[in-house]
């Protein structure tokens, strides 16, 4: 009992280093605070990546730390409507509970962020909470977002973020850990929960190394000719897999500068 009281002391003192850290930054492209009667429930705004239908978008959500944080990942999901993610529902990324094999603990709360912007722009692909709405629709929903307000913590998400870049803002830059496009899709993560996997442990381990890096692809029905569509989709997910740091550091520097 002690040390899991001890653990969660721990979990307490840094979320709260990290709102103080957050809160003196006034960065550009992100904020995030914790609500006042539950330090392990955040509200965050980012705007949306420069350069895509989304850069004129303001978005909100909710991240939602374990108490055992941060040595076990948060769940993260949107509550303003973007055409990416889907509202209300936890969504599946290398840097949320669907994947506590690839959490670290010196991640935080910034590093979270700069994933998720870093993750707009990329195709969802039927991952759990993803969404591939059309271009021009997208675009549309940004424009609108300016209006939204959160119901919960009564932030107006035009008010969030500077207009413009602040001269000498205390905007900590940090390498960009080598995230990867690894998702799951709905049906895999019914058949986990179910335990309807016949992997053994051994094959399951060698399952998440070979995927580590690259995203992971569908179970769905193969049609004849399945095995070098199949071959394709993984080097094609490999490349991404490669590119993507580079992507969210490309993001988070223009953004910066």
């Not at 840094?14 to 930054?25: D, F």
């Not at 912007?117 to 021009?136: M, Q, R, S, V």
């Not at 080097?235 to 953004?255: E, Q, R």
Request: charged share 25%; glycine share 6%; aromatic share 10%.
């Amino acid at each position: 009992m002690s040390g899991k009281y001890n653990a969660k002391n721990l979990g307490i003192k840094r979320i709260m280093q990290e709102a103080k850290e957050l809160s003196e930054e006034n960065a550009y492209e992100y904020c995030a605070q914790p609500l006042e009667d539950n330090l392990f429930e955040w509200h965050f705004t980012i705007r949306g990546p420069e350069d895509t239908e989304f850069a004129e978008g303001r978005y909100h959500g909710r991240i939602l730390l374990p108490s055992e944080y941060p040595f076990k990942p948060p769940e993260i999901m949107f509550l303003t409507p973007n055409g990416r993610f889907e509202l209300h529902k936890k969504i599946c990324l290398s840097v949320t509970d669907f994947h506590p094999e690839f959490w670290q603990p010196a991640w935080g709360i910034r590093t979270i962020l700069l994933a998720v912007i870093a993750f707009f722009p990329t195709h969802a692909k039927g991952a759990i909470g993803g969404l591939d709405y059309p271009p021009e629709e997208r675009a549309r929903l940004a424009r609108e977002s300016i209006k939204w307000v959160c119901p919960d913590c009564h932030m107006h998400v035009k008010d969030a973020l500077p207009a413009l870049k602040v001269e000498g803002a205390k905007v900590k830059h940090e390498d960009m850990p080598n995230f990867s496009l690894n998702y799951k899709t709905t049906k895999e993560a019914i058949s986990e929960s179910s335990g309807g996997s016949n992997l053994n442990p051994s094959s399951q381990d060698k399952k998440l190394r070979d995927n580590a890096g690259h995203h992971t692809t569908s179970n769905h029905t193969l049609s004849q000719g399945a095995s070098s569509q199949n071959s394709d989709s993984t080097w094609i997910g490999a490349l991404v897999g490669i590119l993507i740091p580079f992507l969210a550091l490309f993001i988070y520097n223009t953004m910066s500068s």
